[in-house]
């Protein structure tokens, strides 16, 4: 039963176009939802989050969007650069007892063709 | 570099055999959460600790137990190893554990079990 989903396990984007990465959740008491990024051999790195109270949240190149009703959320990176090659995690996260327990996607490797 | 350090870095050991994994939280935080990533599954939330405490319980099994102690530094400790616990292990930190926060990841101990 996965609650966090990332359907696409690979996605390919020419560098200065647009990456699009999308997260669809099943579990409607999610509030907090964070996308990070793995590169090999290292631990996944926070990249940006939001909260359920917002639609939007941007952070330079990075804006992640949340669809509350269609339990969605996605990762637009503006303009891609070879360097955002990596895994993409999607991870979400509901108040429980004030603890914070974060369910994971299964990943999506992006990578930026020069 | 985010500040938490995880030891050793690769473990090899054979079934049966048990292992303690180390990590150092960030400078200032007090939870600790444990990670388990394997090649068929995604990252799975294993335990949570705040300041020496249980916190919140995922899937961990009743052979892997965790402690944090008042340095707030952790230890995993998991017993009577099997071949499918091979993977890779990981300890993020965030300063107050509670479900908003952001979670900052070691860079891993990566357990093969032969």
């Known amino acids: 039963d996965q609650q966090v989903k990332q359907n696409s396990p690979s996605l390919s984007v020419q560098e200065g176009r647009i990456s699009i990465l999308n997260c669809d959740y099943t579990?409607?008491?999610?509030?907090?939802f964070l996308w990070y990024k793995k590169y090999p051999a290292e631990g996944p790195t926070f990249l940006i989050s939001?909260?359920?109270?917002?639609d939007k949240n941007e952070d330079g190149r990075f804006t992640v969007f949340l669809n509350k009703s269609a339990k969605h959320l996605s990762l637009h990176i503006v303009p891609s650069q070879p360097g955002d090659s990596a895994v993409y995690f999607c991870?979400?996260?509901?108040?429980?007892?004030?603890?914070?327990?974060?369910?994971f996607g299964q990943g999506t490797r992006l990578t930026i063709n020069p | 570099d985010s500040g938490v350090t995880q030891t050793p870095k690769h473990l090899i050991t054979a079934t049966g055999q048990r292992v303690t994994l180390r990590c150092s939280p960030r400078?200032?935080?007090?939870?600790v959460y444990w990670y388990q990533q394997s090649l068929d599954q995604g990252l799975q939330f294993l335990i949570q600790?705040?300041?020496?405490?249980?916190?919140a319980k995922g899937n961990i099994l009743e052979r892997f137990s965790a402690q944090q102690f008042p340095d707030l530094h952790s230890e995993l400790n998991l017993s009577s190893l099997e071949l499918g616990d091979s993977a890779l292990y990981f300890c993020?930190?965030?300063?107050?554990?509670?479900?908003?926060?952001?979670?900052?990841f070691g860079p891993g101990t990566r357990l093969l079990v032969l």
């Open positions: 579990n409607s008491m999610f509030d907090y």
């Open positions: 400078s200032g935080d007090l939870s």
């Open positions: 939001i909260s359920s109270i917002k």
């Open positions: 993020a930190s965030s300063p107050s554990g509670i479900w908003y926060e952001t979670q900052y």
């Open positions: 600790y705040y300041n020496g405490e249980e916190r």
């Open positions: 991870a979400a996260s509901e108040e429980n007892q004030g603890a914070q327990k974060l369910v």
